[in-house]
């Protein structure tokens, strides 16, 4: 059945009632509809105390929202009642200053009436006696409230008719406030006044307890996060065998025994192991989980904080083979800038790899091939570039695994090692493909303990040890055999020299605060430094090194002669041949040269492409571009092409303007300061020490994306030292999620101390249905 559409007269009336009730008819009408029984807490934290509001049903936007008038219409219920009870009356010339108006005979209210001087000279407050500023009457507010036990109507509870005879208005209000109905009225007041009070005590002390007991479990909880944030950091275990809290013997594990050793000096602690019900102490494994969770959460928004404060970013990422990580939190990608990862296909691939996946949300990822990783291939196909190099790198893998891998040999070098003028005792090391540093350390150890190492395998191969098997006196004899040779020392000094350049630059490459120009200098002093080795001086230099050092255990001074291989000549041909006259040319030429020459020329091949990326920001270097020229001598070209690229975060033609300015203002700047090396090292933070970011808006963004690309993954690849601690034999049925929120804690430390302990424990909250309040 359709509803019937009201005409415009009768739509009229209804808003002219409507108009008639002067209070909000939104709350009016949920007055009606609601039963007395309603009864609302809301507690005010800003308040000292916590009391019972029935206000919410009364209009707080009238100015006296007390005003009896405003009800003339409407059946007060109990709830209603209490409401305007803890209003209180409208008694505007007490609350509030306000000016009485005259009524039609020129008569007005007198605030005055409200005072009561009795006999003995006490004064009193006529409580009762309420003036309305809408019908310019005045009331009695308990017997308007109360209107349904009078036995007599009057014009004091009628909202609707009132009082306004202000001439007699003495008169009326003495001889009003002596009869019944108004005694019985004031009686029912007070009595509902009192209860009121006595409510709002209860709900109070309620209250007040319940904050208390909320307070201790909080004060409980950062206890226990701290125990657990000390665990996580330090990739330390939290279970153990039987986690018994009371039982001294079995192995409870490190969370419990430290909450139990905290809570011998710590009262909080100590009252809730004593006082706290078995299923309600909060030490079982699965909170600890969710405390871990908790702290892990909090750490990520602090970190998804910093990104969006910055808002550029790269991305870094490597992966090993213990842990597959999802997506903690979600990031805006057409704000990142640059990605980074090693040189596997899955991740650099330019049609299907992670770098094309990236692109595709932000065009503006520049990928740039992790430096460190780089520099590692360098080595690896320099050394594949000749056999004599892949054997002297075999002959040190075979050394430590000989003298290692049994404990009568390895005490034999020490003493031996101990026999040595220095004194030094120095580990054989392993080689690793991966980390190339091994290497320098691997060629350090054997190059200072050859003299010892060779007496050691002379004793062995001549049999001097008891017990030896024939295939270990082979092995010795053979390995001697490799060590004496010149060959050997050669390697060893050679590689020693490159590879103490090339450590320098490897430890440089992997700090996360280096930037592209700065990493791109120093690649290009080592390409400098390893190209100037190929000369015949330095071949000499190396080759007597090499001598000195063989007299310190009778080693062989010479080259090996090969042996010459005989050349088919056929009838008419010529029998003389073009030879190299000596070994150590023919040792020059085929193998010394070779080697630099592979790692030059695989150097530059493999960091064309990060030499691309660094010449796109080349203008940005004040050394390279404008330091100490004059405005007219500073190009603006190059800039033009790189804003080109960052059209989407710069506007051109302001960029140009900024630079030429920021240009001049730099060298004036930086003439009045003596140490020039002050802000090198970073143009953006010379532009906030200066304040000089709003004055330079674009060009401030283009450091902003310069000094966030990084040029090496090796920051997300010592995670797996952490993930080695925290993920260990006893431990290796953790769960992924488990695993993951523990390394976080571990990897960010420094960040996971700044987190605040109240919004864990909030996150801790609502994970699910607790047993205590926080």
């Known amino acids: 059945m359709k509803k019937k559409r009201l005409s415009g007269g009768a739509r009229r009336i209804i808003k002219e009632k409507e108009k008639m009730v002067k209070g909000n008819t939104s709350i009016l009408s949920f007055i009606n509809t609601h039963t007395p029984s309603i009864l609302q807490v ?8 916590l009391d019972i509001v029935f206000s919410f049903l009364i209009d707080k936007c009238q100015y006296f929202p007390s005003d009896p008038y405003l009800f003339k219409n409407i059946t007060l219920s109990k709830a209603l009642i209490r409401a305007l009870i803890e209003v209180s009356p409208c008694q505007p010339g007490i609350e509030k200053k306000f000016k009485f108006p005259k009524n039609e005979k020129g008569n007005c209210f007198n605030p005055d009436w409200h005072d009561i001087k009795s006999r003995s000279g006490f004064h009193f407050k006529r409580n009762w006696l309420v003036f309305s500023p809408k019908s310019n009457k005045m009331y009695c507010f308990s017997c308007f409230l109360f209107r349904t036990l009078s036995k007599h109507n009057s014009n004091w509870s009628d909202p609707a008719e009132g009082v306004n005879n202000f001439r007699k208005g003495l008169e009326k209000i003495i001889k009003h406030e002596t009869s019944s109905d108004h005694t019985n009225t004031v009686k029912e007041y007070l009595v509902l006044k009192a209860q009121l009070q006595n409510d709002n005590t209860i709900i109070h002390n309620l209250m007040r307890a319940e904050k208390s007991e909320k307070e201790h479990n909080r004060n409980v909880l950062k206890r226990l996060i701290d125990v657990s944030l000390f665990l996580a950091k330090n990739g330390l275990p939290f279970r153990g065998h039987k986690e018994k809290l009371n039982d001294g013997k079995s192995n409870n594990g490190l969370f419990l025994e430290l909450v139990k050793l905290i809570a011998k000096y710590d009262a909080v602690l100590c009252k809730h192991l004593l006082e706290s019900k078995r299923s309600q102490t909060y030490l079982s494994n699965l909170i600890q989980n969710d405390i871990i969770e908790a702290m892990a959460q909090e750490t990520l928004q602090l970190i998804l904080k910093e990104v969006k404060i910055a808002k550029y970013f790269s991305i870094i990422i490597d992966s090993t083979i213990d842990i597959s990580r999802d997506d903690q939190f979600s990031l805006n990608f057409s704000m990142c800038r ?27 990822s520049l990928y740039i091939h992790c430096c460190a990783h780089n520099l590692n291939l360098v080595l690896i196909d320099s050394i594949k570039s000749s056999i004599d190099a892949v054997s002297f790198f075999g002959t040190l893998e075979s050394l430590y695994t000989f003298l290692t891998s049994s404990l009568p040999r390895l005490h034999i070098l020490e003493e031996e090692q101990k026999k040595q003028v220095e004194g030094i005792v120095l580990t054989l090391k392993k080689l690793s493909e991966t980390r190339w540093a091994s290497h320098k350390r691997a060629i350090d150890a054997v190059y200072f303990s050859l003299p010892a190492i060779v007496k050691t395998l002379k004793k062995i191969s001549k049999g001097e040890i008891p017990n030896t098997k024939q295939k270990t006196v082979s092995e010795a004899q053979g390995l001697l055999l490799h060590i004496i040779n010149f060959k050997f020392s050669f390697f060893l000094i050679m590689w020693r020299t490159i590879l103490d350049k090339v450590y320098i630059l490897s430890n440089y490459l992997q700090n996360s605060s280096i930037n592209l120009l700065t990493a791109h200098s120093m690649i290009q002093a080592c390409f400098t430094d390893i190209d100037s080795m190929r000369t015949i001086e330095v ?3 190396v080759k007597e090194k090499a001598i000195v050092f063989c007299n310190g255990f009778d080693g062989r001074k010479q080259f090996d002669e090969p042996r010459c291989k005989k050349i088919k000549t056929n009838f008419g041909e010529s029998t003389e041949v073009q030879s190299i006259s000596s070994f150590d040319e023919r040792f020059r030429i085929n193998t010394y040269f070779v080697i630099l020459d592979a790692f030059t020329n695989v150097l530059k091949y493999r960091f064309e492409d990060f030499s691309s990326i660094v010449r796109k920001f080349e203008i940005l270097d004040p050394k390279k571009s404008f330091e100490g020229r004059p405005s007219n001598e500073i190009l603006v070209e190059p800039l033009i092409e790189f804003s080109t690229f960052y059209q989407v975060d710069v506007e051109q033609e302001k960029l140009i303007l900024e630079y030429k300015s920021f240009c001049s203002i730099y060298n004036q700047l930086i003439a009045e300061i003596k140490n020039k090396k002050v802000f090198d090292n970073n143009m953006l933070k010379f532009m906030i020490e200066n304040d000089m970011i709003s004055s330079y808006p674009n060009l401030s963004t283009l450091y902003k994306i310069y000094y966030t690309l990084s040029i090496s993954s090796a920051t997300a690849e010592r995670s797996f030292s952490r993930l080695k601690l925290i993920k260990t034999y006893l431990r290796s049925t953790i769960a992924e999620d488990s695993l993951s929120n523990l390394v976080v804690l571990s990897i960010e430390r420094n960040v996971a101390e700044d987190m605040d302990y109240n919004n864990v424990i909030e996150t801790f909250a609502k994970m699910k249905k607790r047993r205590k309040t926080f």
């Open 42 to 49: 809301q507690p005010d934290t800003n308040k000292k105390s």
């Open 338 to 364: 640059g990605q980074s990862y090693d040189g596997a296909s899955t991740m650099s691939g330019r049609y299907s790899g992670l770098q094309s996946k990236v692109k595709e949300l932000s065009p503006l």
């Open 539 to 541: 071949f000499m230099e």
